[in-house]
């Protein structure tokens, strides 16, 4: 194992690799000290300190640690959907529809004037058996599809007025043919459908791949049919009514889903 110590010299010749941040509890006279080498050395103290954490876990290369390129790219992937469902649970139920599709915003329900209701319309329309208003429904909506790049099979996701989610291996659906489908109950779609949307752009841009087989779709459809969301509705200045959940409910089950996708997830070529 090298030394764990190494000269002000030497941290300020190492060159930086992409990094994360985060935020440090020093000392007054600790920062002090490493203003002090970062001005004899042209750095910054945060450049030092940053250096300094780094070369700290290098020198422990060979313990116990987990420190392989899967490792890290999974933790990456990890603290991703971890910041997804925080943010999504700050949001009202409308908030995560219109970062779905922001047109849903100019075609609020006549009666409900709300974004959530538009997009159950629209979602909603290419499943024959929803029994709705067919008046009013925009009918230029596309179902979500994600692909299992494993397979090649895709596999599409619809609100449903059920109270069960159920999952559909090569089911017929009128507007994309035989898809393996997953219908969600309307209050869980926009949550369960903006989650899958984030690691399907996520796999896209990374080294990543899900594999979205019968075993993951029935685990999750077990996680689903958990969870009840508990509706309150308050009203805001917004020009609409707006729908909130209980947000502890709601990132319950986001968060037992995660380890499902994680645990089905293979890097580069595994």
Request: hydrophobic share 35%; aromatic share 10%.
């Amino acid at each position: 194992m090298k030394s764990l110590l190494i000269d002000p010299q030497e941290l300020a010749k190492r060159t930086k690799e992409s990094a994360r941040t985060v935020s440090l509890r020093i000392k007054e006279k600790t920062w002090l000290g490493f203003e002090q080498l970062a001005k004899e050395n042209n750095t910054t103290a945060n450049a030092l300190i940053s250096e300094l954490a780094d070369y700290y876990i290098e020198s422990l290369n060979g313990s116990s640690l987990n420190l392989s390129d899967r490792d890290v790219i999974m933790n990456k992937f990890k603290t991703f959907l971890e910041k997804e469902v925080r943010k999504m649970c700050r949001w009202s139920i409308n908030d995560v529809v219109m970062d779905l599709d922001t047109n849903c915003l100019f075609m609020l329900d006549r009666d409900h004037q709300s974004p959530f209701y538009a997009f159950v319309d629209m979602y909603m329309q290419s499943h024959a058996t929803v029994d709705i208003d067919l008046d009013y429904l925009n009918q230029s909506s596309i179902p979500v599809e994600l692909v299992n790049k494993a397979t090649g099979e895709d596999f599409v996701v619809y609100p449903s007025k059920q109270e069960r989610a159920e999952y559909y291996a090569g089911a017929y659906n009128p507007a994309d043919g035989f898809s393996n489908v997953l219908y969600v109950p309307v209050k869980k779609a926009p949550d369960v459908i903006r989650l899958f949307k984030a690691i399907d752009e996520y796999a896209e841009k990374n080294d990543v791949t899900v594999e979205y087989d019968g075993d993951l779709m029935e685990k999750i459809l077990i996680v689903i049919n958990k969870y009840d969301y508990k509706c309150a509705e308050t009203t805001s200045e917004r020009e609409y009514r707006d729908i909130k959940y209980d947000e502890n409910e709601r990132r319950a089950m986001l968060n037992e889903i995660m380890p499902l996708i994680l645990n089905a997830t293979s890097v580069g070529e595994e």
